[in-house]
């Protein structure tokens, strides 16, 4: 048939390209770039994407991933920040000004080792994995801060103040372990995966750039990709739910939060693949607990933008470079802008085709 070659690269292609691309993932992001606690969540969007449900090759892989991030937030999420930095009285009833704002960027470097068994788990092939990160984040805040002190006695006194001040961290983020499980059945792929935030990394509340979250974290989800060899259509998305522990440091506690991550792709041949991705996220409950001056505070984000992924041999091993981005839209109490990912994945390569034998001539 003239697609066999092509739909057996492609089969090959889905063996080892889903390390790539299911694995480039993030979760300790710069403290400043999304949101819950002043803008901040353990989940980063765009954590899954294309051909997340798919099966892997048994054996290590290990990704590596340049992140940047350029976000801004209006009077909300500054001042919410201004909260948690204690620069705000206890006494003081704010208004918001418009001209109060955050800007945030950050770079950083993640290494993702995975290993996948080939002993199947519960029917299907189990995986685990651990996100690490190093990078460099900035952030600055300025503008006037306005309302009224209240007194000890219930009399009231005009308050206004200008800031402008930043920060700049470098260091190590949050150490983030995932397990995932995945199911194949002809073009139709399932996964399930639970991760979680070991809050490591660098992180002080009285900063406002920080790498790590500052408190604990639970995600988890399931996912489903549809992959069709002969016509090189892919699609995913992977719906998940982070519950928040408390951050001991401001005793605020992030809601429930909602999140779901899709990638759309063409496979041009079996070596190049063209597309999109997205997200949404939105937080479900309401922050709460001791230190919650800001109430609700409940937020979300919706992003869109291209991809394109290359394979490629690395001696023995197969090599995946892929390149997304996204720009943001539709943020309420969260920083929005851009971000981009830039993937490089090392995975065994997927096994060649059984020798052909020839059949025995006998003469009689």
Avoid at 2 to 13: Q, V
Avoid at 61 to 75: E, F, Q
Wanted: proline content about 6%; hydrophobic content about 40%.
């Amino acid at each position: 048939m003239a697609h066999e070659p092509f739909n057996r690269g492609l089969n090959a292609l889905l063996k080892y390209a889903g390390a790539g691309l299911s694995i480039a993932m993030l979760a300790s992001l710069p403290g400043v770039a999304h949101a819950d606690e002043g803008g901040v969540s353990f989940w980063v969007p765009g954590f899954f994407g294309s051909l997340a449900a798919t099966p892997l090759q048994p054996g290590w892989s290990v990704a590596n991933i340049y992140y940047h991030t350029s976000v801004s937030a209006g009077a909300d999420v500054a001042r919410a920040r201004e909260f948690t930095l204690n620069r705000v009285p206890a006494n003081l009833t704010v208004n918001a000004n418009l001209n109060l704002k955050i800007n945030a960027t950050g770079d950083l470097g993640f290494v993702i080792p995975t290993y996948v068994f080939a002993t199947p788990v519960l029917g299907g092939q189990a995986s685990v994995s651990l996100l690490g990160a190093y990078g460099v984040v900035g952030t600055s805040l300025a503008g006037t801060l306005s309302g009224v002190l209240t007194g000890p006695f219930g009399g009231t006194v005009p308050f206004a103040r200008s800031d402008t001040f930043s920060d700049t961290t470098w260091g190590f983020g949050d150490l983030a372990p995932v397990f995932q499980l995945r199911w194949n059945a002809g073009v139709h792929n399932y996964m399930t995966y639970i991760m979680g935030d070991i809050p490591v990394g660098a992180y002080e509340s009285t900063r406002l750039s920080n790498i790590g979250i500052g408190h604990a974290a639970i995600d988890a989800g399931g996912g489903y990709t549809y992959f069709n060899p002969q016509t090189g259509h892919e699609f995913s998305g992977v719906l998940g739910f982070t519950y928040n522990f408390i951050n001991n440091s401001t005793q605020y506690k992030n809601g429930v939060d909602m999140h779901f991550d899709w990638g759309a792709s063409q496979f041009l041949s079996k070596q190049v693949m063209v597309g999109l991705v997205g997200y949404v996220y939105k937080e479900l409950g309401c922050d709460s607990g001791s230190g919650d001056r800001v109430g609700c505070f409940q937020s979300q984000v919706v992003g869109v933008g291209p991809q394109i992924g290359f394979l490629f041999p690395v001696g023995d091993m197969q090599g995946y470079l892929n390149f997304k981005a996204y720009g943001e839209f539709a943020a309420e109490n969260r920083p929005s802008g851009w971000n981009t990912w830039v993937t490089f994945s090392i995975s065994p390569p997927a096994p060649g085709a059984p020798p052909t034998t020839k059949p025995v001539v006998r003469k009689y």
